[in-house]
């Protein structure tokens, strides 16, 4: 054992993380990338889902970073095995840029994963991808504070650790406690768009959103929601079998039109502008924004923009704080910024800040969220 792993195994504070992928380079290319951060400690490796299960109980993770194909026993099969096991754990599946890929990633989603991450195609592209390696850190530390906040175990012993400390420790989250938080006035204005952004637990979030708002929207929706190259196709895809709306990638020069579902794909910001009497969709690579291509800052930008006090934006779960200044321009064009809140995010970071910002004029249940939404819309308040 390394001095670094002693040293995490003695404070307690390192999250606690289980690789599963059936290729041995690359399970020891990620566990010594997460081993070389203070913060992470990977309790075990397996090369299939069967072996994970089995090592479960007595590795105790925290996060679970889970491959699609392995043998014996597959990602998507483990996955709720895992979740039946150990509740609180948090699974990120990982899984190559295919078309097959993605549709098993949104049904794992479905099934209850808090996240995807996609895997480079070899393991050349791992050892070299400094992107895939940030997005594997965010997403442990993200996600380990998550699986701490549902553990009670856990929570319950360092709470005790911390009073019998001579030196204050950190303590996991608890439950969500209510947070005064300031809220903007609403516009007045009835909404002529509803621009929504979303990250971790954003897919999910807006299948329920959709089914919350009980409405064809008489305007055009735009979505940024982090996700990779083929990812949003198929996201579009889903949620058009599910609402029945018309829904698909944003496509550059096209007109946006009301009741149509745009969402901006992979690796590309999606904005829009006016042009003679319409609004159009404008695709660019321009770099990312807080880390992101697509980001929701500058979809949100332009919406200020081009929408004014007509605008309606929707953020929901998701981590950092990208959409925090693309709602500071909604709402200093006079529009309208809803949040969902913090007990039913998967991370409370996005509409987080957004809230504590004092910049929503509503920060509700995701259950909630889309009959505020279809109220403003319809010119209800």
């Known amino acids: ?23 041995a380079v690359i399970r020891g290319l990620i566990s010594r990338w997460l081993e070389s951060d203070p ?43 895992i979740i039946e096991a150990a509740p609180h754990v948090q699974v990120i599946m990982a899984s190559t840029l295919t078309r097959r890929n993605a549709e098993i990633s949104l049904k794992a989603l479905k099934a209850g994963a808090a996240d995807y991450i996609p895997k480079p195609e070899t393991s050349r592209e791992v050892s070299s991808s400094a992107a895939f390696r940030q997005q594997i850190l965010q997403k442990i530390k993200a996600l380990g504070t998550v699986a701490r906040c549902q553990d009670p175990v856990r929570a319950a012993r360092a709470r005790r650790a911390a009073r019998g400390a001579a030196t204050p420790q950190p303590i996991p989250p608890r439950a969500v406690a209510a947070r005064p938080i300031q809220l903007a006035k609403p516009s007045s204005a009835t909404p002529r768009v509803l621009a929504i952004g979303a990250s971790t637990g954003g897919p999910q979030a807006l299948f329920e959103f959709f089914s919350s708002l009980k409405m064809t929207p008489g305007v055009p929706v735009v979505i940024a929601q982090h996700m990779p190259p083929t990812f949003t196709s198929i996201l579009a895809e889903h ?37 003679g009497d319409g609004v159009f969709i404008r695709i660019n690579q321009d770099p990312p924004e807080n880390f992101c291509r697509p980001a929701v800052d500058p979809l949100f930008r332009t919406v200020a923009r081009v929408y004014g006090a007509a605008a309606l934006g929707v953020i929901l779960t998701g981590m950092g704080s990208d959409g925090l200044k693309g709602s500071s321009a909604i709402v200093a064009a006079g529009g309208t910024i809803l949040a969902q809140d913090e007990a039913t995010s998967v991370v409370w970071g996005m509409p987080g800040a ?28």
């Open 354 to 381: 957004v809230s504590t910002a004092g910049l929503a004029s509503a920060v509700l249940p995701l259950g909630e969220i889309g009959r505020a939404a279809a109220k403003f819309i319809g010119g209800r308040r």
């Open 39 to 81: 913060d992470i400690e990977v309790v075990a490796t397996a090369h299939n889902g069967a072996m994970a299960l089995r090592t479960l109980e007595e590795a105790r993770p925290e996060v679970v970073i889970l491959d699609i194909e392995m043998p014996e026993m597959d990602g998507l099969t483990a996955l709720p095995k």
């Open 1 to 23: 054992m390394s001095l670094a792993s002693a040293s995490k195994k003695a404070d307690r504070s390192a999250f606690r993380v289980m690789v599963v992928d059936d290729s």
């Open 239 to 275: 949620l058009r079998r599910a609402t029945g709306l018309a829904c698909e990638e944003g496509r550059e020069g096209e007109r946006l039109t009301p009741g149509k579902v745009y969402i901006a794909p992979g690796d590309h910001h999606m904005i829009v502008e006016t042009k």
